[in-house]
């Protein structure tokens, strides 16, 4: 669980589906990931700086 630059709540799951939802702490919109591919991954990493 971190929270990025945009104040978004990345919540993940630490199985082997890789499942991820993200909630806007603002609006309380959410958006929910099924099975990250690795490209994604890539992604994410780059916007939250791991």
């Known amino acids: ?3 990025d ?3 978004d709540l990345w919540l993940a799951n ?3 589906s890789s ?3 993200i909630i806007d702490a603002v609006t309380g919109d ?3 990931d099924m099975a990250l591919t690795q ?3 890539m992604i994410l990493e ?3 700086m791991i």
């Open 46 to 48: 780059e916007q939250l």
């Open 39 to 41: 490209t994604k991954k």
């Open 1 to 3: 669980m971190t929270f």
């Open 30 to 32: 959410w958006e929910y």
């Open 19 to 21: 499942d991820l939802i």
């Open 5 to 7: 630059s945009n104040q």
């Open 14 to 16: 630490n199985g082997s």
